[in-house]
T-cell receptor, first 115, second 111 residues
């Protein structure tokens, strides 16, 4: 069966520091991968998605970037964190390709606090 | 994607069936209905999805009306661990389209 791992679970970082959050998926090949942010009391905001190695699409302009160095690895980064980057970051995967109704499956998230 | 409307909150007695309604009157023909839930401080958990036929899996059943304008998620024997916020979304085909949650229904299972 497929599993998705995100780490760390919680992170406290000072303003201006760099960030690297990692997500890996097991048990599937060529998945679509996603990074979302969920602010407190608000819904999900899609940040990035990827349909293949090195292929990244950004949904909103921001202080963050994403990379997919391997088929089942997705990394969310920042060179300098802002206070507004605080939130709950979720990685998700879905079956690769288009045209299907397959659902997205989420990891357990990383709770990021910027001080 | 079509908009959905769900009750803000519901209570259910432990061991009884929990029936969570969702209205999606503007759903289009190529849009699926998906249900997720989110327990506090955890990532959303996929429950079930369907296009027009009723669906059942090990977690729940999904009943979609014939005109597809509404659906009901049924948890047959609710437990305390089913206390969560339940989100109904509709989304067109396309594996990389974003998931957008509304306010959802907060289900409280009562002992």
């Amino acid at each position: 069966s497929q599993t998705i791992h995100q780490w760390p679970a919680t992170l406290v970082q000072p303003v201006g520091s760099p960030l690297s959050l990692e997500c890996t998926v097991e048990g599937t090949s060529n998945p679509n991968l996603y990074w979302y942010r969920q602010a407190a009391g608000r819904g999900l905001q899609l940040l990035f998605y990827s349909v293949g190695i090195g292929q990244i699409s950004s949904e909103v302009p921001q202080n963050l970037s994403a990379s997919r160095p391997q088929d089942r690895q997705f990394i969310l980064s920042s060179k300098k964190l802002l206070l507004s980057d605080s939130g709950f970051y979720l990685c998700a995967w879905s079956v690769g390709g288009t045209g299907s109704g397959e659902p997205q499956h989420f990891g357990d998230g990383t709770r990021l606090s910027i001080l | 994607d079509a908009k959905t409307t769900q009750p803000t909150s519901m209570d259910c007695a432990e061991g009884r069936a929990a029936n969570l309604p969702c209205n999606h009157s503007t759903i289009s023909g190529n849009e699926y209905v998906y249900w997720y839930r989110q327990i506090h401080s955890q990532g959303p958990q996929y429950i079930i999805h369907g296009l027009k036929n009723n669906e059942t899996n090990e977690m729940a059943s999904l009943i979609i009306t014939e005109d597809r304008k509404s659906s009901t998620l049924i948890l047959p024997h609710a437990t305390l661990r089913d206390t969560a916020v339940y989100y109904c979304i509709v989304r067109a085909r396309g594996g990389y389209q974003k998931v957008t949650f509304g306010t959802g229904t907060k289900l409280q299972v009562i002992p």
